[in-house]
Each structure stands twice: as C-alpha cells, then as structure tokens.
C-alpha cells in the first residue's frame, strides 16, 4: 500500500479541522467508489465533464441529460481523511494557468454570471462588470483576498490535497489522458461541454487582434456571433507579466510536469 503524504496537513500544528489549507483541498478531492480512486476536481479543468462521470459511475445519476445535479452536490463525494490514506489511485488534471485564467474571463466575467456580480462585491462596487476588461481583470484579482475570493481563479496548487498523486494529467493533453483515466478510475467519462454549453470549441477563435483592452460587452457580441478572442489574444506583455507573478507556483508545477509545448507562453 502507498504511503499517501497529504500537502497541507503539516502546516500548522492546529487541529486538522482548522486547517484551512488542507480543508480547502479535501474538499475537492472527490471518491470514485468502485475503484477506490480520488480524483482532485479543479474549476475550468474539465470539472463539469469529470463530475458528470463520476456522478454516474458513483450511482447518483443515470443519464448525462441530468447534469444540473452536480452543481449542487459538489461536495456529495468529498474523502475523508481514512478514503484519502486507503486510495488505490489518486489523479489531478491541471491547465496551462494562462489559459484557465482566459477561460474564467470569457466564461464568468463575459456572461456576467453569479462569480461576476461576487467579484464586483469583493471589490465593494468601485469597478463595474462592464468596465473589466481582461487587462482589468488581472489587475483586480491580482491582491491575495480577491486572488483567493474564487475557486475559478483560485491557484491550482491550492486544490493538491496530495504531495504527490499517481498521475498528473493536463488538459491540453485529455485525448490522451481520457483512455487512461478509463482504465485506472473505472468509469466511463462524458463530454459535458454540449450539456453546460461551456468550452470555446463551439466558436470561431480570433487570434489577429489584440483583446486585452477589450470590453466584456464588445465580447459578449462576438460570443453572440459564435466568435471569441482565443486565450493568447486577451494577453498584452503587461498582463503576462502580472500572471506571471501572480501563478509563479502554477506555472512552476506545470512546466514540471508537462514541459512548455502547449503553455500559451514559454
């Protein structure tokens, strides 16, 4: 049996409960019963199509046309703390973070969704949706209350309940990765991104201009045409810079695992 070393347990000697590293990630670390598995679900990595799956693999739903069920029930399969010991398999699917913070933009902040108006809160109202654009954005999450204010844009390495994990998949890579998970996890994974209507593979990308500066409303038209500025056209060099820093640990991991080649920026 693997020693399974948790992440954040020992960074503080309180109670584990009062942890809040460590509760933060257990909560996302979710139980696949029949395997014995734990999959870590991070926000905008696939996480509608994963909890989709292992919602049917754990029983709970029987048809993907149900899958407004896991949006209230993101904690239905939480570990506890003997599950997250005793698992056979443990896997996490990670993004290229330049590209996960351009899919929060054009997904919460251009529709204008319940994370949109919970940011414009944490701000106290001084900046209106209208007015972030994605150069605004990135300046405005770029404190640690509103950096940390959302698990959208939360960093990735917050959601790494383990030290370690048996495998690392990345996104841009889930052809490949969803065969294996297959076979490993013992379930059937489901394309949610025609039920969520999430994902830019139903648009047309524009990478021939520069969107940084962009409205959310210029964009949500485009969007409305079945366009979108691609992830690298929403970056100038000052925004890279600030993203940059801001997921240096992110970046860090991912170049660890995975290399550049499909990084938007080496």
């Not at 990670?94 to 929060?104: D, E, G, W």
């Given at each position: 049996?693997?020693?399974r070393?948790?992440?954040f347990s020992a960074?503080?000697?309180?109670?584990?409960a009062?942890?809040?590293?460590?509760?933060?990630?257990?909560?996302?670390?979710?139980r696949?019963y029949?395997?014995?598995?734990?999959y870590?679900?991070?926000p905008?990595n696939?996480c509608?199509t994963m909890?989709v799956s292992?919602a049917m693999?754990n029983?709970?739903?029987?048809?993907p046309?149900?899958?407004?069920?896991?949006?209230?029930?993101?904690?239905t399969f939480?570990?506890?703390?003997?599950?997250l010991?005793?698992?056979?398999?443990?896997?996490?699917?990670?993004?290229?973070?330049y590209?996960?913070?351009?899919?929060?933009?054009?997904?919460?902040?251009?529709d204008?969704?319940?994370?949109?108006?919970?940011l414009?809160?944490?701000?106290q109202?001084?900046?209106?949706?209208?007015?972030?654009?994605?150069k605004?954005f990135?300046?405005?999450?770029?404190?640690p209350?509103v950096?940390?204010?959302?698990i959208?844009w939360?960093?990735q390495?917050d959601?790494l309940?383990?030290?370690?994990?048996?495998?690392?998949f990345?996104?841009?890579?889930?052809?490949?990765?969803?065969?294996?998970i297959e076979?490993?996890?013992?379930?059937?994974?489901?394309?949610?991104?025609?039920?969520?209507?999430?994902g830019?593979?139903?648009?047309?990308?524009?990478?021939?201009?520069?969107?940084a500066?962009?409205l959310?409303?210029?964009?949500?038209?485009?969007?409305?045409?079945?366009?979108?500025p691609?992830?690298?056209?929403?970056?100038?060099?000052?925004t890279q810079?600030?993203?940059?820093?801001?997921?240096?640990?992110?970046?860090?991991?991912?170049?660890?695992l995975f290399?550049?080649q499909?990084m938007?920026f080496?």
């Amino acid at each position: 049996m693997k020693n399974r070393q948790l992440n954040f347990s020992a960074a503080t000697y309180d109670y584990l409960a009062r942890n809040r590293a460590h509760q933060f990630a257990n909560n996302f670390a979710l139980r696949i019963y029949r395997s014995n598995s734990i999959y870590s679900f991070i926000p905008k990595n696939a996480c509608s199509t994963m909890r989709v799956s292992l919602a049917m693999a754990n029983g709970c739903i029987s048809d993907p046309s149900d899958f407004n069920w896991i949006h209230q029930n993101n904690s239905t399969f939480t570990a506890d703390l003997a599950s997250l010991q005793l698992a056979d398999y443990t896997f996490v699917i990670l993004r290229c973070p330049y590209a996960r913070l351009a899919s929060a933009y054009l997904d919460k902040i251009v529709d204008r969704t319940a994370e949109a108006w919970h940011l414009y809160e944490t701000l106290q109202r001084k900046t209106e949706i209208s007015a972030l654009s994605f150069k605004a954005f990135v300046k405005a999450i770029s404190t640690p209350k509103v950096l940390l204010s959302n698990i959208h844009w939360q960093p990735q390495s917050d959601f790494l309940v383990y030290k370690s994990y048996d495998d690392y998949f990345c996104l841009e890579q889930f052809a490949q990765a969803k065969t294996i998970i297959e076979n490993k996890a013992g379930l059937q994974i489901v394309d949610a991104r025609p039920l969520t209507q999430h994902g830019t593979d139903r648009f047309q990308l524009l990478s021939d201009d520069n969107f940084a500066e962009c409205l959310p409303d210029d964009i949500y038209t485009l969007k409305k045409a079945g366009k979108l500025p691609s992830p690298a056209a929403l970056y100038d060099d000052e925004t890279q810079a600030i993203v940059s820093k801001l997921y240096k640990q992110d970046l860090a991991l991912y170049k660890n695992l995975f290399g550049k080649q499909d990084m938007l920026f080496s």
